[in-house]
């Protein structure tokens, strides 16, 4: 099993620690030292013999106990290799490596919560480690704890900046909390360290097309396919990249390369649809749409986009199915209820719809289109109060997301120019950022990295700190947290 090896490559030595001569009888202690030995030549049948030989002779061997489960894992028992290391935590609860190899391989095998709790154990007998803190910032990641797996991610690259997928874990990690500045330098870090790695690379170049980098994304898919022409993946993101930069023509003949050599690929299938209907292709986009429904029905995505399709073209009812088939997937889809409650609306369903837009209010109260429905509809039914209320919180999100378009543009035109040097130019248009949208940390962040390149040292820290007191998982560049 190639986890275990990783994690006992990690600590050369270290999982066999020279035990106390009184511990154990003599013949143990040889057995065992003949295991490692073999385990270091690769010999994992012989070395779990030796190890279980060990046990033979001191049944309360606890490192002999660990090294068999590692044997055992290299050797594809898993099951055998964590109940192996759960014996040995039993028998000596001070032995990391039977925490540390138990919590990495329950990871392995997808049991969570189980490795969370071996691996907070292990993290707590030698915070130093970084493989045990980089594992337990993976699993408290796939948890949905990010803020804490970028604790210890971090942790895990401070005690050995080398571990480039704990560069990439973390970059993940930080895109989940939409630091798209901080994801691209993680995923740069893991590059510089694996040259040759295509999934940094990719992952690289999603987090680039979300910056609005689309030629630098466009060149990183592609220079992936040049390599492994097999990634799909990556070709499937070169579509998502032309299709983000507007090339149309581009991105529907890569969705469709994409479904010709995968055509079991639903979510190619939703994004050439999404593709064909911005071309007002309606009969191509709704075609690629149901087979996208057909090949996972689980997809609210495709649902409800082959919704919005059926209504441009004139078909109210079966529109409203195929919305409430996205809703049934995913209830949260506050789109969908606001879409829903648009066709409601169009057939004269008051009720039905005011509580369409009820819920998509609920569900994201910065809709404005949503306040602005719910007014209308409330004012029709002789909610005056009601309809003022809507309609004047509706006012307010609509200049508030007029602010915040402006920033975003702003934000952009100063980040290109202080990546092409143009540091006063660039502190103009982040200013003006900051002005229009000041809850917005990125504006922040590139505004104090602008100031400190000319100087303002001062009005930089100030800067950086509002952008960490907004999103306090950011980082200073050169400042240690």
Not at 87 to 116: C, E, I, K, N, V
Not at 165 to 188: C, I, N, P, Y
Not at 246 to 271: K, S
Request: net charge neutral; aromatic share 6%; glycine share 8%.
């Amino acid at each position: 099993m190639l986890l275990l090896a990783c994690a006992g490559a990690a600590r050369p030595g270290r999982a066999w620690g020279q035990p106390k001569p009184a511990a154990v009888a003599g013949d143990a202690t040889q057995l065992f030292a003949r295991g490692v030995e073999l385990e270091q030549h690769g010999n994992w049948s012989g070395a779990a013999a030796a190890f279980e030989a060990a046990l033979e002779q001191a049944p309360e061997m606890a490192r002999a106990c660990d090294r068999l489960g590692f044997a055992l894992g290299q050797l594809g028992r898993t099951a055998d290799a964590i109940a192996r290391f759960r014996q040995a935590a039993t028998m000596s609860p001070q032995l990391f490596d039977a925490h540390y190899h138990l919590g990495a391989t329950l990871w392995w095998t997808r049991d969570l919560d189980g490795a969370l709790a071996a691996l907070q154990r292990a993290v707590a007998l030698d915070p130093r480690h970084a493989e045990a803190q980089y594992y337990l910032g993976v699993v408290l990641r796939e948890r949905g704890d990010t803020l804490g797996a970028v604790d210890h991610l971090r942790t895990a690259i401070r005690l050995n900046a080398a571990i480039a997928r704990a560069h990439m874990q973390l970059g993940v990690a930080l895109q989940t909390l939409e630091d798209l500045d901080g994801a691209e330098a993680s995923f740069r870090r893991a590059r510089a360290l694996d040259p040759d790695s295509d999934d940094v690379a990719n992952s690289l170049g999603l987090v680039q097309m979300h910056l609005g980098q689309g030629e630098a994304a466009i060149a990183a898919f592609t220079a992936i396919l040049a390599r492994h022409p097999d990634y799909e993946a990556a070709r499937h993101n070169l579509g998502t990249a032309y299709l983000h930069k507007g090339d149309l023509a581009r991105a529907v003949e890569v969705f469709r390369d994409v479904t010709q050599r995968n055509p079991r690929n639903a979510e190619a299938f939703y994004n050439l649809g999404t593709a064909l209907k911005q071309q007002d292709d309606f009969a191509g986009a709704e075609a690629a749409l149901r087979r996208a429904t057909e090949l996972d029905p689980a997809l609210p995505e495709a649902h409800f986009t082959l919704a919005v399709v059926l209504w441009q073209t004139g078909r109210a009812d079966p529109a409203a199915a195929a919305l409430r088939a996205a809703i049934t997937q995913k209830d949260e889809y506050a789109e969908a209820h606001y879409m829903l409650g648009t066709i409601l609306r169009q057939q004269g369903a008051a009720a039905d719809a005011i509580a369409a837009f009820r819920r998509t209010i609920a569900l994201d109260p910065r809709s404005a289109e949503a306040h602005l429905s719910l007014g209308q509809m409330l004012e029709r039914s002789g909610d005056t109060a009601g309809a003022s209320a809507a309609l004047a919180e509706a006012g307010r999100l609509n200049a508030r997301k007029a602010n915040e378009q402006a920033a975003a543009f702003a934000l952009s035109r100063g980040t290109d120019k202080l990546r092409q040097g143009e540091v006063r130019a660039a502190i103009v248009e982040l200013k003006d950022a900051v002005r229009l949208a000041p809850q917005l940390a990125r504006a922040h962040y590139q505004l104090a990295l602008a100031l400190r390149r000319q100087g303002a040292q001062a009005d930089a820290r100030a800067h950086f700190a509002e952008a960490q007191r907004l999103a306090p998982w950011i980082e200073i560049p050169g400042v240690a947290r």
